[in-house]
């Protein structure tokens, strides 16, 4: 980088320059269109302000952390990209595209580039784990064969090939979020949204779902929303990354203190409002006295 | 919100769900397979309650009104009575009853469960609609199966009555049959087929709607199931009064 904050073009590979070059030609397929963007955004249920004003975009292949209490509007937000809920006032865009007043056939052609992970899976009971990820496929009637192999494939990603046969109630709790992501990933949507993914997992199974949201990072360019109020979260996806090696293997390594991670940031709210916005040192380094207590707990 | 406005929004809602429902046909994907399953579940599998209820509902009739026929000299029309009274009422009527009984709290449970778990959002994230998927198939099924439920429970009713009518008053079975045909018109027929059409709708839409308006947990799906199945009666039998007076009024006008 030089004086200028500018990377010399000897130094960007040549794939770069042609990347860009196609984005400066076409930007609305580019990387400079934010996967999402919430402007000025206004929600209200009854007397109870959940959302004020809230504006923020999240870049492609950019993982957003949404913190804050319980009841501070993080879930809310994720609703609102899926069009679940309309705002009061105020614009959500999706790739681009402003979803704030579209129709349910619209939304439906929206929410297949989203993935969305919820807190407990919210898997299918009446399904196997097969067809809980072979769900969309099914829905848009895709030939048996090929919803066998891409059911495989991601069922291999979150390493759960051998439960393809199971119920949902045989499943435990970690196994369910993983099922449930596998069955968010498929169709390979550019945008995933998970809410409270490691909400009541032990420790190394946290870490698992964790490691899953780096690959999808780092590996897959995946934007990503992820809603929760625990601090391993972003102590494990927002100082490590993955690369692969030669053989296809994934390692997960360390950032280190001198680095960040670039497509890694934070969000906090409090009382409808976004009260901290940055990187992870800038929120281990924050004074404010709310910040303080989230982080330590007191 | 006070009952009356709470009673009005609710109406507007399931009226409005009805609609979306009927309108959900018109639209792909349409849920032939899953129409099929509902009508299995609900169909085939009421008519054990619903033969048996006609049945034994048949069979008491007979008993009540045997002596009092007897006594003016009139038990050879018995089965003039209890085919009217079975027909245009008590088959429809107790038909619908129970399958609200039976089917009404099933699909409030199941919906409900899915709303508490999430699973109706996460339907609506995967880019399908609740409505079409789960709503369209099951008022569906109701509306094919019931009407063939209440012919059911009609026909076991009339077997019922008989059976009682010979074994216990020693009637022939043929007069009892000949009493039954010609107490039988078309009208009644008619009548009797519009009847569960109607109910099979209440039924769907205001179990549909009551489990997928449930809030507040397990808890709530336990409400929710107690008011389909009470709501739902409750329809059932103001509009049979209504429906009946309609039908009356239509019915008598026509060359049946």
Known sequence: ???????????????????????????????????????????????QVILSDVSFMVGRGETRFVLGGSGTGKSTVIKLVLGLIKPDSGQVFVEGEDITHMDDVDLGRIRKKIGMVFQDGALFDSLSVYENVAYRLHEARVPEDEVEHEVVRMLQFVDLEDAIDKMPIELSGGMRRRVGIARALVGNPSIVLFDEPTAGLDPPTARTICELAIKLRDIEDVSSIFVTHEMNNLEYVGSEYAILDRKGNIHYELAGKTYCLLNTKIMMLLKGDIWFTGREEELRASEDPYIRKFIRGK | ?????????????????????IKGLGKKPRYFKEIIRQMDSIGVGSVGIVVLTGFFTGG????????????YGAQSNVGQGIAASLIRELGPVLAALMVAGRVGSAISAELGSMV?????????????SPVRKLVTPRIIALLVTLPMLTIGADIAGLIGGGLVAKQLFGLDINTYISSVRSGTDVNDI?????????FGGIIGAV????????????????????????????????????????????????LF
Request: charged share 20%; aromatic share 8%; hydrophobic share 45%.
């Open chain 2, 116 to 128: 508490v778990s999430q699973q109706i959002e996460a339907m609506r994230a995967l880019g399908t």
């Open chain 1, 1 to 47: 980088m030089n004086d200028d904050g500018e990377i010399p073009e000897n130094l960007l590979p040549d794939e770069w320059e042609v990347d860009d070059q196609i984005e400066a030609d076409d930007p609305e397929k580019g990387r400079l269109v934010p996967a999402l963007e919430f402007r000025n955004v206004d929600l209200a249920f009854d007397d």
């Open chain 2, 207 to 254: 179990s549909c709607y009551k489990g997928l308006s449930t809030t507040g947990g397990t808890v709530g799906v336990g409400t929710s199931t107690t008011q389909a199945v009470v709501s739902s009666s409750i329809t059932i039998i103001v509009a049979d009064f209504f429906l009946s007076k309609i039908l009356q009024s239509a019915l008598s006008s026509t």
């Open chain 2, 60 to 71: 008491v009739l007979v008993l009540q009104a045997f002596p009092t026929l007897e006594y």
């Open chain 2, 190 to 198: 008619v009548a009797g087929m519009i009847k569960p059409l109607v």
């Open chain 2, 1 to 21: 919100m006070n009952p009356i406005t709470r009673f009005l929004f609710e109406l507007q809602e399931i009226t409005n769900l009805l609609w979306r429902a």
